[in-house]
């Protein structure tokens, strides 16, 4: 029974990301795409530990670790850049 639900959450998970895809290229502005692209690092992470779970493994541990670091980094970045313009700042006094 839990394999079942669990193959359905993977086929929700699924199909919220590609709408997130869509919206990441026919976003009406840069922070919708911004946000899109968070949501499906999100759903990756989702995805994985679905996957992770249905195969009873603990191998994608790491890389579950991993997607989740990525997506904030690059959240964090595209962020800095819509605000300031650029991602890292260098003082140009010393």
Request: glycine share 6%; charged share 15%.
């Amino acid at each position: 029974m839990i394999d079942i639900l669990l193959q359905i959450a993977l086929l929700i998970i699924s199909i919220s990301t590609l709408f997130y895809i869509f919206r990441v290229i026919k976003g009406p502005s840069t922070p919708d795409r911004v946000i899109a692209l968070d949501a499906i690092g999100i759903n990756l992470v989702g995805i994985t530990t679905i996957i992770s779970v249905l195969l009873y493994t603990e191998a994608f541990f790491e890389v579950i670790l991993l997607i989740g670091i990525l997506a904030f980094v690059g959240t964090v970045s595209f962020s800095k850049y819509l605000q300031k313009g650029v991602i890292i700042e260098r003082d140009r006094n010393s």
